[in-house]
């Protein structure tokens, strides 16, 4: 059966949604756990993070007496726009969740939402903490924009599309042939905005509790209870969409092609082996790098832009 | 409906706009409360946006008056491309008005009123001038009645300058203009608009340049576009908020008019460094107008360079087209241009929105610093609702309007940079023009957190922000209409698009090329369903709300954690502080300055005051201006040593002229 009859349709949509909200937290787990050994240390189990999630569910909240409704509202639009974003990218198989509603520039977009709607609530509560940490988040993820788009632009070059899943698809068919010079260019361009994006070594210290190195740490700092817990599935979830962006793009290899039972969990397992080793890959660096001076950014997100251009020039003037 | 019917409606509608604002003018000069005026004017608005709307279906709507010597000083010809800006005119207009009519302090005299329906009528005259002289006119009566409205009644010395200035940069735009008019009327023997875009074609090739070059700098210096941005940041903040909206929304889109009636509709398809300056300054305003934007705490100051920024993002749409038209490939001439009239529209609703909310801010805290502003959104609920709404439809984030429209000029770069009939520098220039759509967008995103943040969350950082009480029923719902607006263009963004590739298509094909069926989406190479998402992201933010919901208890209320002293305004971040990490990452571009001076209580280590400055250096201002503005300095006094008051030294001059004239004669 095709993937777009209405079953195939719905298992894509249950199972790849039920796979990211399954093992986004299994994921940071598994990252931490990692960091941890790399360094010596012991580290906290992986499922760790299911604990502390069904912890903070079950708290009450404690928010600011001077904060708006914004800071009650903005777990769940940022939540609900980090899964939108699973909806549209094509993890599981090659086809998104919802086909049609959107493309790799709605998924920057939804990024973008989530990035407002948080940095707005980490300014509600008054706290210098929180508007350092949204200062610093929308000033680095302005430098990661260009940085993930000119990337991304790369294989729209190649491929003639936006649509995530078509170029997943015109990937897997031409094989190992897709792995060229330019592509590994790009895939290098959007693996280093990747790791700001999910607030990794060097750019952002995801463990740290010293207010002055927080970036996104600094602006859940105000949240409690039920909120944070959305908020941390939600960035989370963006470790997973991130990480599928990348997997559709430059290795959509396994994803699930027909509608069978052993292509559905080939499908299954090959998405969980690439998000899980992209956990590992971020654990060793969160291990293995220190965090860079904020002043120092651009250079290394800069560079990204340059690597993609060059990619770019690469693909219009040299013979393929 | 079917065509008859919509072509009555379309002059129906028009006309009634044209003897409501009459009406309104003769209401502002008679001695009446000008609120009367001011609900003619809306009512006018109302008419026009109608019209527009009819107009876009297809008619064309001609209309003449006041024929002197053969020609009419008003002479009409409204058509689809009109109507696009007739629209937006209507919508603004329509709030504006009716924020002014609740807003006590918008008729500060009659004047003021008197000038701002004429504003009013010569922006709709501006969009549907069928000939040269009609169009100067009305040109004319738009830059000085703004002019006036920007000046107002009892200025003070930044009004003044704001004012010159702008009048200077406007009166070069208008003698560029007038250039380009004399040499296109001299080539085709006709004043009529017409009878160009039929002669254009026997144009020379330098001519054609010339006329290019001339448009660009004139229509650019009304949009707005850097280099020729200075007065556009000074004029829109000193005028009062429902006439910046205007000035903003709309009376910078008549340049982005001008530059697709006379660059694309007259001149046609010409070389392709036309389309690559054009992307060049479309991406060169859009990132510096938002890295401006970004350095700047007064609230209206920051507004008008995010209107640089969007001129940019409009103009990369215009550039599009034009290398598509260069290229001959009409799908991308259609992209490009639908995306620059959609992103025009938007533009000028959520601009005109933030705006108003501008105003609002400044009706009830009676300043417009964002470092003395804060907590807002306690006091003034729907302000800041819709502010906040405004502010995510500008920063392009989806589902809104903002999006769509920007999705489709990514959509116009990215098929510019895959197109293989384009010359291949211009295609690497389509996909840097990508990168810095990219960073625009994120720098906005900073800007609007800024500016959202500053203004209505936290704690008020002064006695005037604390004390400030939600604005009246009408500017509240002038706000609300332009942010339901937003949303709905959004959401409807589809069958939108489509209405203004089917304008795009009208005016750029010469042959039926294109089915009538294929529009926006097809022409694309990408797939977005705003009514799809929309829904989806609706139903998933219901959905997790519920989940949420289910026994949560109520949150318990505590004071903001500040290491265990009482919250106060001074621990927050500022709107300085908020952008500093920008300032320092574009620290070329922007050269920070900064001035920290600390008082010491007498010989003590300890400081009684501390103040800093920072302030960041306009390049161009400084680098492009100055010198110009010295060197005319310096001519004047020079010229003026020709100036000595003594009658025989004039004798003199005419003397040598008589005989100066008499030798050329002679020839």
């Known amino acids: 059966m095709t993937l777009d009859a209405p079953a195939a349709a719905a298992f894509i949509a249950i199972a790849q949604v039920a796979l990211a909200l399954g093992c986004a937290p299994l994921l940071q787990g598994i990252t931490k756990r990692l960091k941890a ?25 404690v928010e600011s007496n001077t904060a708006s409704a914004l800071t009650g509202a903005a777990p769940v639009i940022v939540l609900g726009a980090m899964i939108a974003a699973v909806f549209i990218v094509p993890i599981l198989a090659l086809r998104s969740p919802l086909a049609g509603a959107g493309d790799l520039l709605v998924v920057v977009g939804l990024l973008a939402l989530a990035r407002f709607v948080l940095a707005l609530a980490a300014l509600d509560a008054g706290s210098a903490f929180g508007g350092m940490g949204a200062s610093r988040e929308v000033a680095i993820a302005s430098l990661v924009e260009p940085g993930v788009l000119l990337s991304l632009a790369v294989v729209v070059a190649a491929a003639g599309t936006t649509d995530l899943a078509h170029i997943a698809t015109l990937g897997v068919a031409a094989g190992p042939a897709l792995f060229s010079p330019t592509l590994l260019l790009a895939a290098a361009a959007f693996g ?47 470790v997973v969409v991130i990480v599928g962006l990348f997997s559709a793009v430059f290795v959509p290899f396994g994803a699930m092609s027909e509608f069978t039972v052993p292509a559905a969990a080939l499908g299954i397992g090959v998405a969980f082996a690439k998000l899980v080793a992209a956990a590992c890959a971020l654990g060793a660096l969160d291990a293995g790098m220190a965090k860079m001076r904020i002043l120092a950014l651009p250079g290394l997100l800069g560079l990204s832009s340059l690597l993609a251009l060059t990619a770019i020039a690469a693909h219009l003037w040299l013979p393929a | 409906m079917v065509p ?5 409606l379309a002059t129906v509608s028009l006309s009634a706009a044209v003897l409501l604002s009459a009406l309104g003018a003769v209401l502002a000069l008679a001695r009446v409360d000008h609120r009367a005026a001011m609900i003619a004017a809306a009512a006018a608005c109302a008419a026009c946006g ?67 329906i004429v504003f009013l009528v010569s922006l709709g005259l501006v969009f549907g001038s069928a000939s040269a002289f009609s169009f100067l006119f009305a040109w004319e009566l738009m830059a000085l009645s703004s002019a006036v409205l920007v000046v107002g009644p009892r200025p003070d010395r930044s009004m003044v300058r704001a004012s010159y200035i702008y009048l200077a940069m406007t009166h070069l735009a208008t003698a560029a203009i007038a250039i380009a008019f004399a040499i296109c009327s001299a080539v085709a023997g006709s004043l009529d608009f017409a009878d160009w875009v039929v002669s254009a074609g026997t144009f020379g090739g330098l001519t054609r340049d010339v006329v290019f070059l001339l448009i660009l700098v004139g229509f650019g210096t009304k949009a707005g576009m850097i280099p020729l941005h200075i007065w556009l940041p000074r004029a829109h903040p000193v005028a009062p908020s429902h006439v910046s909206a205007l000035m903003s929304g709309v009376m910078i889109k008549a340049g982005i008019y001008g530059f697709i009636r006379f660059g694309i509709d007259v001149l046609g398809a010409g070389p392709a460094w036309w389309g690559g300056v054009v992307l060049a300054i479309g991406a060169g305003s859009a990132v510096l107008g938002v890295l401006y934007a970004l350095a700047e705490h007064d609230l209206k100051r920051l507004l008008a360079f995010h209107s640089v920024e969007n001129i940019g993002i409009i103009l990369l749409g215009v550039g599009v087209a034009m290398l598509g038209m260069t290229a001959g490939a009409q799908p991308l001439v259609v992209l490009g241009l639908a995306a620059a009239l959609f992103h025009t529209l938007n533009h000028a609703l959520f601009k005109a929105l933030l705006f108003l909310g501008a105003g609002a801010v400044q009706a009830a805290a009676h300043t417009r610093d964002l470092n003395r502003l804060g907590g807002l959104a306690r006091s003034m609920p729907v302000t800041a609702l819709a502010f906040g709404l405004g502010a995510a439809a500008i920063s392009g984030l989806p589902p809104l309007n903002g999006f769509a429209s920007e999705w489709l000029v990514f959509q116009g770069l990215l098929t510019v940079g895959g197109d293989a009939g384009i010359d291949p520098v211009a295609r690497f220039g389509g996909y840097v023009a990508v990168g810095a759509l990219a960073l625009t967008a994120a720098l906005a995103v900073a800007c609007f957190v800024k500016a959202t943040g500053m203004t209505f969350l936290a704690l008020p950082r002064t006695a005037e922000a604390a004390g400030a009480r939600e604005v009246g029923r009408l500017m509240r719902g002038a706000m609300i209409g332009l942010a339901a607006s ?19 298509r009208d005016m750029t094909s010469t042959a039926d090329s294109i089915p009538a069926a294929a529009l926006v989406a097809p022409q694309t190479i990408g797939a977005y369903n705003p009514a799809l998402l929309s829904v989806g992201l609706a139903a998933l933010l219901a959905g997790v709300f519920a989940i949420a919901r289910l026994g949560a208890r109520p949150a318990r209320l505590a004071p903001t954690w500040v290491c265990g002293i009482l919250p106060e305004p001074a ?39 501390v103040s800093y400055r920072s302030e960041v250096d306009h390049l161009i201002e400084s680098r492009v201006y100055g010198p110009v503005h010295r060197a005319s300095i310096a001519f004047a006094q020079l010229a003026r040593r020709l100036q000595q008051g003594t009658l025989q030294l004039y004798l003199a001059y005419i003397v040598g002229a008589v005989i100066v004239l008499l030798l050329v004669a002679r020839r």
């Open chain 2, 50 to 116: 109608i019209g527009g709307v009819a107009v876009l279906a297809g008619p064309i709507v001609e209309l003449r008056f006041g024929v002197v010597l053969g020609y009419p000083l008003l002479d009409l010809r409204i058509d689809a491309l009109s109507g696009a800006f007739l629209v937006a005119l209507g919508a603004v207009g329509l709030a504006a008005s009716v924020y002014g009519v609740g807003n006590h302090d918008a008729g500060r005299s009659r004047l003021d009123t008197v000038a701002y």
């Open chain 2, 4 to 8: 008859a019917d919509i072509e009555w």
């Open chain 2, 486 to 504: 937003c949303v709905a263009l959004g959401v409807a963004a589809g069958p939108v698009g489509a209405v203004f590739a089917a304008v795009a």
């Open chain 1, 37 to 61: 050994r790399l360094q010596y240390r012991y580290g906290p189990s992986i499922w760790q993070p299911y604990r502390d999630l069904a912890k903070w569910w079950a708290k009450t909240p």
């Open chain 1, 192 to 238: 280093i905005v990747a790791i700001a994006e999910t607030g990794h070594e060097p750019v952002d210290n995801p463990d740290t509790h010293l207010e002055l190195t927080m970036i996104h740490e600094g602006m859940l700092l105000e949240a409690s209870g039920r909120r944070l817990a959305l908020l941390t599935l939600a960035s989370q979830l963006k």
């Open chain 2, 571 to 609: 621990f927050e971040y500022t709107a300085t502080s908020f952008s500093k990490p920008l300032r320092m990452f574009f620290e070329p571009i922007l050269r920070p300055a900064r001035e920290l001076q600390v008082e010491l209580h007498e010989g003590t280590p300890f400081p009684r005051r």
